[in-house]
């Protein structure tokens, strides 16, 4: 965790944040890189960023977010089922 910066999820991740303003984007970059310095468990990937910008812009319902994240989290419990 260490050497996060405040831009990180925003440098890896330029195509979700483009979605919104700069003071919003700069908003979810802040918090997001936050919540990991304060352990957050597990970082968010690729999938959790992409579905968060698109419900700040407004791209889909807060409802579908959750949605995908909950399908996401039943198919992680899945593979990691599978493998034990």
């Known amino acids: 965790m260490g050497g996060l910066g405040v831009r990180r999820y925003r440098e890896l ?18 918090v997001m890189t936050n919540n990991v310095r304060l352990g957050f468990e597990p970082e968010p990937g690729k999938e959790d960023i992409r579905d ?11 409802e579908e977010q959750l949605d995908r994240a909950l399908a996401r989290a039943r198919r992680d419990t899945t593979c990691l089922n599978a493998s034990l």
């Open 52 to 62: 968060l910008c698109l419900a700040a812009a407004r791209r889909i319902t807060t």
């Open 13 to 30: 991740y330029p195509e979700y944040f483009a979605l919104l303003t700069d003071d919003l984007a700069e908003t979810i970059d802040v």
